[in-house]
């Protein structure tokens, strides 16, 4: 049995990213960037007004007050889209709209709220700073600028920026494929009949929204019997279809227990099995070679209790997703956020595994404050789907006192 550390380093290490595709603009939401961008324009692109208001030289306006205003003829006006005037005239104002060009010869825009506009004729109530409420020509990026390096993942303002270049796709890391297995005889699907010793199967769906909500599309949903020919069957399945094999159940000790031996015995390399973590002591990781595609492939044998379920996805397997995705850092970078909190109660465990407990996060007295949640069993999801983090709890510490600062990762099941 190995420790969690070096469970998740062995994942990382042996998966890749997926090559690279050029997606359009409108559907890289979630994915990764496959390249570096650079700024094929400045941005802004030229210099704009920041308000509605007037545009001015300040040497017309010196001393402009509520008690003194200065009074200007209106030159003209300017609108988004427009294209500007060639100069701002002598001792004159132009009107001017949010986002439209601002031409040569003013210095600032007055804000509207600040002038008297009487006809043709506005009259300057505030005295304005030089550049005030103008946005000049590439103050954000400067054309051939780097803005974003490759591996990062895109999210909505992301999408914004990147279409703000013009530029129509860019080249991503392709989403994996992935097939979820549930093994186990007594699972029905919700809004079925149960009869005696039947449970409604949940893990398919939880990791299912899981897998959702880091962007994958292409699933595999399958669900095996507690029986060895069953096994073999439906994890081929799986394996001919997926990038990524995650089954839930049946990778213990158990007589019926089949997973282990039947990915080894399709082709899978353990690379390891047992980890010291609670939830989830019993999980296993290989990789394999497809059959047809020549790719690697890689499986994942997850607890089939539906808490050690999700816990062993969201701290084993989303990085491996991440990482396949092509995002720099999954664990360390956007996809985990560490943080201090002060434990609300004491907290025991034997020595020998690390142990992630869920509790809720608040903030108490200007600093952040771990509630465990009641029902820390691995068949309770009550407490994991309230709780938004993980306390850790060292695998050789034994008491964690109240009050005491904990090491917590915050969940967040989106990134």
Known sequence: MISYDEARSIILSNVQPLPKTRVRVERLLGMVLGESVLASHDLPLFDNSAVDGYGISLSDVRGSSDAVPKSLPVAGEIRAGDAPPEALPSASAFRIMTGAPVPVGVDAVVMRENCIEEGN???IRKEPKAGENIRRRGEEFLRGQEIL??????????IGLLASLGQASFMVHKKPTVAIIVTGSELVKPGKSLSPGKIFDSNSFALRAACDALGIEDYLPLHCREDLDETRKVLGLGLDFADIVITTGGVSAGDYDFVKDVYEELGVKTLFYKIAMKPGKPVYFGTSMHRRKHKVQYAFGLPGNPVSALVTFNQLVKPAILK???QENPVFGNSVCNVKARLSRDLRKPSGRTEFVR??????????CAHPTAGQDSHMLGGLSMANGLIVFPQDAEFLQQGTMV????LNWYN
């Open 121 to 123: 004729i506005v009259r």
């Open 407 to 410: 090491s917590v990762e915050l």
């Open 149 to 158: 390096p490759e591996g990062v993942r895109v999210n909505p303002a992301l």
């Open 359 to 368: 509790a809720v996060i608040s903030t108490a007295g200007g600093e952040l």
């Open 324 to 326: 396949l995705m092509g």
